[in-house]
């Protein structure tokens, strides 16, 4: 690394790219030179190119992995355990958007993958490096006897949330996949959920290990994995998750709600004599904070408070690339890892399970 700079290629030059990686690794020019992108359409690996004053333009990642790189960036539509498990065997440090990997078998192979080649692979699980999460991560080992948790997400729809963003869009602006990864993708999918009818298959491609990993991610940074999945149903329209923390209930709820562009997105612990709830807003939102409310009261009387906490205005996604930098230059493992990627993947797989097997009459 010249100079301590990582050289980095970028895998994917699509929406989060654009609105958020891209950016970022040119704000921290100090850390990382922005090398090479990779993009199957050529139109948008280009743009950004010329955006970024970047030379090498490939719409195929194993040309951009071949170049000689110190980490790749792993941020395409597709499956991403592919591109991550040859990059790692390539020796390149890999930052793999989420999901790491569609199945719990490729996460496996991505994991053993950065261990067998001792690089760092870290899953973009960003909500992980919100200081808003952090400070919650500080406050819940003081709540005693946490009884509830709640964790619910209005999702909305994206396109007014990234409108005033410059994106360089590709022709057609439909997503596609060519059909041979089309075809990957679907055997994955088997390998995670079996037999398990198409409603379930498309949420759980399409909801449950592409969105709810973030709020699986969460709530296992906080408390570990969860002790039992009591009820799921998944449908498109609504996601409910029963599982239990310990002694802790936990209602997990998803739903689309497309005709408000309100997102939101809370973690609630509810306590006898305290309550802790992190409001996330869309992650769309360039440096838009989270808010941590913290009430308490005094058990038997009319005694309560509440504390409406903003911890920073510093990005999550900026933040996980300042994680990524730091653990490749000292060797660490990332806090979101590929150990964690796996976890979240093999809990998603758990989820989809339980939801087919209680469609079964």
Known sequence: MAAGRIRIGVVGCGLISQVMHLPYLSELGDRFELVAVCDIAPEVAGGCAERYGVSKVFTRWEELIAEPLDAVLVATSGDHAPIAIAAARAGRHVMVEKPMALCSRDAQLVLEAGRDADVRVLVGTMKRYDPAYERL??????????????????????????????????????????????QAEQLAIDAAVGDAGEQTRWCYRRIVVQTLV???????????????????????????????????????????????ARYRQELAFYAP??????????????????????????????????????????????????????????????????ADGLRDVRLAEAIARADASAAIP
Not at 138 to 143: A, D, I, M, S, Y
Not at 150 to 167: C, F, M, N
């Open 214 to 260: 973030h709020e699986f991610n969460m709530l296992g940074g906080l408390l570990g994995e969860p002790d039992e999945i009591r009820s799921v149903s998944l449908t498109p329209r609504c996601v409910g998750i029963n599982m239990r923390f310990g002694e802790a209930e936990c209602h997990l709820s998803w739903v689309s709600l497309p005709g408000i």
């Open 273 to 338: 004599a305290q309550r802790l709830t992190l409001q996330l807003p869309s992650p769309f939102l360039r440096s838009m904070p989270s808010r941590l409310i913290v009430e308490g009261g005094e058990l038997g009387t009319a005694s309560s408070w509440q504390r409406d906490e903003v911890v920073s205005y510093d990005e999550a996604f900026k933040r996980e690339l300042v994680e990524f930098s730091d653990c490749i230059a000292s060797g660490r493992e990332p806090r979101t890892s590929a």
């Open 137 to 182: 991560a500080e406050l819940l080992p003081g709540v005693d006897d946490v009884r509830l948790i709640r964790v619910t997400t209005l999702e909305s729809p994206i396109p007014p949330y990234v409108a005033h963003y410059p994106l360089i869009e590709r022709d057609g602006k439909a997503e596609y996949l060519p059909p041979e990864l089309e």
